[in-house]
């Protein structure tokens, strides 16, 4: 690969990294032994540099994961002038906005809805960036592959605004679609608009964007399976098949767990812009997801506790869930997303 | 016989002795997978900007969309820079990346590096802090009532701010500067230098390619800023260019453009619209190409540590 010179500094260091099997060999001298003032004055610097990260997460992450407690007030965003006021003059009513949310049937609807996109694009979209890696990673032709990948690569970085944009104008009811079926004579319909096909369109432009970045993590795993086993299994006669059962999927699956892992703790968030861009197309009844919820009934409408109470609830279950699959790896012998190293 | 021991970095573009030569049916699929997949992501591109190039009657021709072009017609884009909401909401964007990169990136390297060594004071405690929003994400009502308290409600700072640091990027650049050799830190260190002046003279000049990369992943989602404009910004002189682009080709509104074009024969709206698309897809496709090639380095790095 043509790398600028830049990189062989790190380049070739890499190789030693990730050799000791806990922290890296940098660590400072241990901590209890020197006391506090030294270790001030030693690290004041790093502290330091933390400091505006630690002020943008502390304001736009913390903040507002504290302010999910609006969930248990009556919040009412016209007593006083701004939020904070508003939040100190709003009446607590304790699980109130909850009994309400459990009791409407739209929140159930879009619930529905979230985990039926959820499972469908577990079965129709996981399998596919690790299909489409094998594929390439087999690829004799470094230059071809590389090709093969800039441009697929490229959708990941158009905003869901562009992509909708892309399919409305390829399959929408004045896309070219419908213009070349209007020409040969025949009844155009528009799958843009259609409630029963959405959860295969969504699916579809989620493959459309994401399918090729998807890809990379495998492609980087596929790149660490040693070569030698596939020569050794080879001359002990196991076919190509056999060496992606026994060789290539096992030497994926640490990468295809982290990422189910991953994929069930987001189980109850699908798209949300996606869903949102395309919710009046489709109507309600499809297109409702958990998160568009939220936002139709809160900001949409004013009724900020109501959408913080669904935000709060989608928020546990996914906390519950990423944790639940996380022990379950954990069981299995993997490594999960964490471990207590 | 070479070719049966293979280096793990060697030259992979002869195939190896062992392997079987390809079945013609697995070619084939293969071959008609990955053109299928290449020219879905071309053809759409392709026809955006034919018909975003194309004149009234080449428009009217084809009853829509242009596949194949007839000359170039760029009075489309010519009434878009005349003025008006585009040409003001790719100012904004402009601005909202440009400042959004700069800070992001500055918040995110330092981070990155203040969290690189283990055991210095509070290390432990400050990577939880980092990384728990990693698995729970700032709810939707409070960090609206947050951002709005705020008071930063219709500025550029409502878009800039509240993703100044994203996690995923913050842990691929701190894996990327654990790799870097301790010597070289040690060295510096003995010689004096403080952590500030070693992130700036040894740390960064290694980390070209991973900031090139993060860079990239950031000035793109800024570029890309669309639910946030529509949280945060009510004026639509303040409209960032995906909030344009959806309320005009999503919910069907016409552009305003100036007042200066509207005696003047308007060009095709197909076309205009079309080019809208193709303004908002440039700066991407034009930057991108240049930093693809460092994703699997710089991504892979921190992602398989993190």
Do not use: C
Not at chain 1, 123 to 133: G, Y
Not at chain 1, 244 to 252: C, E
Not at chain 2, 76 to 82: G, P, Q, S
């Amino acid at each position: 690969m043509n790398e600028p010179a830049v990189l062989a500094g790190p380049e070739r260091a890499r190789p030693d990294a990730p050799a000791p099997p806990g922290r890296p060999p940098r660590r400072r001298p241990s901590r209890r032994r020197v006391p506090l003032r030294t270790r001030l004055r030693r690290d004041w610097q790093l502290l330091a540099m933390v400091a505006p990260g630690f002020l943008v997460l502390l304001i736009f992450s913390y903040l507002p994961i504290a302010g999910n407690v609006i969930a248990f007030q009556d919040y009412n965003p016209y007593l006083g002038d701004n939020p904070w006021q508003a939040f100190l003059h709003s009446d607590w009513i304790g699980f109130g906005q909850f009994q309400l949310l459990f009791e409407d049937p739209a929140f159930w609807d879009a619930f529905r809805n979230t985990l039926a996109i959820t499972a469908f694009q577990l079965v129709f979209f996981f399998p596919l960036p690790i299909l489409l890696a094998i594929t390439l990673h087999n690829l004799l032709s470094s230059r071809l592959r590389g090709l093969i990948q800039t441009i697929v690569y490229l959708p990941h970085f158009f905003s869901w605004v562009l992509v909708v944009t892309f399919f409305v104008a390829m399959l929408g009811g004045a896309g070219l679609l419908a213009q070349s079926m209007r020409e040969a004579g025949l009844q155009p319909w528009n799958v843009m608009t259609n409630p029963d096909t959405f959860i295969v369109l969504v699916t579809v432009e989620a493959v459309w964007k994401d399918v090729g970045w998807g890809t990379i993590v495998f492609l980087a795993a596929l790149s660490t399976i040693d070569q030698n086993l596939y020569e050794a299994a080879a001359a002990d006669g196991a076919g190509r098949w056999r060496r992606l059962w026994h060789i290539t999927l096992p030497g994926l699956r640490p990468v295809i767990v982290l990422l189910l892992i991953l994929r069930l703790g987001d189980a109850l968030s699908v798209g949300f812009e996606q869903f949102l861009l395309q919710r009046d197309a489709v109507g309600r009844q499809a297109a409702e997801v958990l998160d568009t919820f939220v936002y139709h009934f809160s900001i949409a409408t004013g009724n900020y506790g109501y959408g913080a109470a669904a935000g709060l609830f989608k928020a546990v279950i996914g906390l519950v869930l990423i944790l639940a699959a996380n022990r379950v790896a954990h069981m299995l012998g993997e490594r999960g997303i964490y471990s207590k190293s | 016989m070479t070719t049966l021991i293979r280096r793990p970095s060697g030259d992979r573009s002869r195939r190896p002795v062992w392997q079987e030569p390809p079945t013609p049916v697995g070619q084939g699929l293969k071959a008609v997978v990955l053109t299928v997949l290449v020219a879905g992501v071309l053809f759409p591109l392709w026809v955006i900007l034919v018909t975003s190039l194309s004149s009234r009657e080449t428009i009217a021709r084809a009853g829509g969309l242009v596949v194949v072009p007839r000359g170039v017609d760029t009075s489309a884009y010519e009434t878009i820079f005349a003025g008006g909401a585009v040409t003001r909401a790719l100012w904004i964007s402009t601005l909202v990346t440009v400042f959004g990169t700069a800070i992001a990136l500055t918040v995110t390297v330092l981070a990155a590096y203040g969290l690189s060594r283990p055991g210095s004071l509070g290390h432990r405690w400050l990577l939880a802090y980092f990384l728990i929003p990693f698995l729970v994400y700032p709810p939707l009502v409070p960090r609206y009532l947050v951002v709005t308290g705020l008071g930063l409600k219709d500025t550029i700072w409502a878009l800039v701010l509240p993703p100044a640091i994203s996690v995923f990027n913050l842990v691929v650049v701190r894996g990327f500067f654990q790799g870097i050799p301790s010597e070289l830190l040690d060295s510096a260190r003995i010689d004096g230098a403080s952590d500030f002046r070693t992130l700036a003279r040894i740390v960064l000049p290694l980390s070209r390619a991973v900031i090139a990369v993060v860079g990239l992943f950031y000035a793109v989602s800024y570029w890309n800023v669309w639910f946030d404009a529509l949280l945060f910004i009510d004026r639509n002189d303040m409209y960032p260019i995906q909030r344009v682009l959806q309320s005009y080709l999503l919910a069907g509104q016409a552009p305003h453009t100036s007042g200066a074009s509207s005696g003047v024969t308007m060009p095709p709206t197909e076309a205009v619209k079309m080019a809208v698309v193709v303004l908002t897809v440039a700066p991407i496709v034009a930057v991108y190409p240049f930093i693809q090639r460092h994703f699997v380095k710089g991504v892979l790095i921190g992602a398989v540590k993190g």
